[in-house]
């Protein structure tokens, strides 16, 4: 016990001193802006990846198990805010919901089929995958809503709308084949396929 009590001392005497300089930093201490800064560098990382999706992209599923849902929800935010600013006044709540509800529970239903189809990937990896492939469709919208004021032409606003839904499931095929073995990629893709075809139509009728 005498022991056990030299020791405490000791320590004691480190803690009145503040000797723990060499005790490892926490993230805790780091200031809200750079904590903030980081982890909109690191969406941003991931938003290029979508962007440009390639299938011999080196670190990919490595970014995927750096999964955030901070991303999705941006994302998700945009397209929600869009869509119910430009929809008539008595329904802009409705729609706001609806692409929310849409968005997080299609993401859902795809990656609870690609994982009964044995994908090597976790829930919310794959939700957070599927909800930064939306952001194409952001873009479309945007473009969509630019587009109205210039000209009233449907086919201007289907072009945009087209180039978005086929971006944003090319960049879930991409990652979804390195999931899932060849033979089921088919079965897994087409959930991916209807989810962001009925944002498609969404947007469409902005």
Not at 37 to 56: N, T
Not at 96 to 125: D, E, H, K, P, Y
């Amino acid at each position: 016990f005498a022991m056990m009590d030299d020791e405490f001392n000791d320590f004691e005497g480190r803690v009145g001193e503040g000797n723990f300089a060499s005790a490892p930093q926490n993230t805790l201490e780091e200031p809200i802006s750079e904590t903030i800064l980081r982890d909109l560098r690191q969406v941003g990382s991931k938003l290029k990846i979508v962007l440009v999706p390639r299938g011999d992209q080196e670190g990919v599923l490595k970014k995927l198990k750096e999964w955030d849902l901070w991303g999705p929800l941006l994302v998700c935010l945009l397209l929600s805010i869009m869509l119910s600013w430009t929809a008539p006044t008595n329904q802009g709540a409705l729609v706001f919901a609806s692409v929310f509800v849409v968005v997080w529970c299609g993401a859902a239903m795809a990656t609870i089929n690609a994982q009964l189809l044995g994908g090597a990937i976790s829930f919310f990896q794959s939700v957070c995958v599927l909800g930064y492939c939306v952001f194409p469709l952001v873009l479309a919208s945007a473009s969509c809503i630019v587009a109205q004021t210039m000209t009233k032409m449907f086919a201007v606003r289907a072009a945009f709308v087209l180039v978005g839904f086929l971006w944003s499931t090319r960049a879930s095929v991409v990652f979804m084949k390195q999931i899932i073995s060849p033979e089921r990629k088919v079965l897994a893709v087409y959930p991916v396929f209807f989810f962001y075809a009925f944002l498609s139509w969404m947007i469409l009728l902005q």
